[in-house]
């Protein structure tokens, strides 16, 4: 790109605060048709999800869902009254009435509810990460397209106009040849962590078998669960199930997905070819299961390098002081993007120009507004479950490779690990009656 163009894209890029055009939807129709949508896991991701959609035009909340009685109390208050309040999600699938369901339900149980919603015929609002193995996400995929629904996955960094305009750059070659992108979530944590409760019985107004559902039978634990009536009460809780195997992955997934799904935005949905993993709890001392330091290496077909880190004992000593962000790193400039702006820093005797430009929008609603017009247009909406699967999958070969102690191959083709020995991690073997059949 000659250096007057190039000057004027950055320009542009920066003056782009405002940037609205739509690449992912077709002509809407029927747009003055109300969406019935029931809301399936009503916590911190539900009754965000929630309230984003009732923002939206011509939406309902017909019903809301939840194994826990307070969270789902909250949600029917959160609605006015007016959302049936159910607890067993069988029930809104049985609904022919309801058109859309959102699934933001500990990760252990997305894909189970996304295939059986395709089934009946719904339209799928999916939290991430999409899956806790590889093979779930194929099964989503294949229900998606087997039955012709639209499923949106709630990685909506993909619809913030910031974010959009990051990967527009990346594209157009402004930053020179991009070898190596850094991407990381960083703290410092008491030492304490999350605390070691003993198992219990289960509180009477939680349905402990359910919340389970296909995981594996465990005696309650306060952490696995990790909410309680007072989180609720002052709508402030972070579930700790993130912080189990069985259930999630940990910041690999809960966070990692979130930078790495821009990387992948940015390089036309490529996934890694081979990654490498080291790590562990090296800090806090308490019962969960994933690590508090961690560091994966992927090495991409472009002739690129990406790292996750994850550190919970170190705070924001990096050269960008934040917490969290993705750094792509060209031979011309570095920039560096997270939720709140992007800044290109150029390096030394390049024609690059210095930017920096904030976020406008969190892309939260555009993310359900582009989902909702699919809906209606039957469009493929921006974050479809196969491009969440393809990141959400970049993350789990990251667990896998730290997990089995070996460097990981993929072969994209046949969506599988080529060391057979790590395979064993790419499935999951579902607790009966639990199938996963598209």
Not at 268 to 285: H, I, N, W
Not at 339 to 363: C, F, L, N, Q, W
Not at 391 to 408: E, P
Request: one cysteine or more; hydrophobic letters at 40%; glycine letters at 8%.
């Amino acid at each position: 790109m000659p250096n007057d163009e190039r000057r004027n894209f950055l320009k542009s890029a920066a003056a782009s605060a405002a940037f609205t055009t739509n690449l992912f939807t077709g002509q809407v129709r029927g747009a003055n048709d109300r969406v019935s949508a029931a809301f399936i896991g009503v916590g911190r991701m539900g009754s965000s999800n929630m309230g984003v959609a009732m923002r939206q035009e011509n939406v309902e909340i017909a019903a809301v869902c939840d194994v826990f009685e307070p969270n789902l109390e909250a949600a029917v208050k959160r609605s006015n009254g007016k959302a049936k309040a159910v607890r067993d999600f069988r029930e809104i699938l049985a609904d022919k009435s309801i058109d859309v369901v959102c699934v933001a339900t500990p990760d252990h149980w997305h894909a189970y509810m996304t295939v059986e919603a395709c089934k009946a015929g719904k339209d799928v609002y999916v939290e991430k990460p999409v899956s806790v193995c590889i093979d779930e996400g194929k099964k989503m995929i294949e229900a998606a397209r087997k039955y012709k629904r639209v499923v949106q996955a709630g990685t909506m960094q993909r619809s913030a106009v910031h974010f959009q305009k990051a990967v527009e750059i990346v594209k157009s070659g402004v930053l020179g040849k991009i070898t190596f992108v850094r991407t990381w979530n960083t703290g410092i944590a008491a030492p304490a962590g999350i605390g070691n409760p003993a198992d219990t019985n289960a509180p009477q107004n939680l349905n402990w078998d359910m919340w389970l559902g296909p995981a594996p039978k465990r005696a309650y634990n306060a952490n696995r669960f990790g909410v309680d009536q007072e989180q609720v009460d002052r709508q402030r809780w972070f579930p700790h199930f993130r912080w189990f195997w069985e259930t999630a992955g940990g910041m690999m997934t809960d966070w990692g997905v979130h930078w790495l799904d821009i990387v992948q935005f940015a390089f036309d949905e490529q996934m890694p070819t081979s990654c490498v993993a080291l790590g562990g709890k090296y800090f806090v001392q308490d019962n969960r299961e994933t690590p508090d330091t961690l560091q994966v290496t992927y090495e991409y077909p472009n002739g690129m390098v990406a790292v996750y880190e994850n550190r919970m004992g170190t705070g924001l000593a990096n050269p960008y002081e934040r917490g969290g962000g993705i750094t792509f790193q060209g031979t011309k400039a570095t920039m560096y993007v997270d939720r709140s702006m992007y800044r290109i820093v150029p390096e030394a005797k390049s024609d690059v120009e210095a930017i920096e430009v904030k976020a406008t929008d969190s892309g939260n609603d555009r993310h359900w507004k582009n989902f909702l017009e699919c809906v209606k247009s039957r469009g493929t909406p921006i974050s479809d479950i196969e491009r969440c699967h393809r990141s959400s999958s970049t993350c789990h070969l990251g667990n896998i490779a730290l997990r089995s102690k070996m460097r990981v191959d993929w072969d994209d083709a046949k969506g599988l690990i080529q060391q057979s020995e790590a395979r064993k991690y790419q499935m999951r073997e579902y607790r009966k009656p639990w199938k996963l059949v598209v």
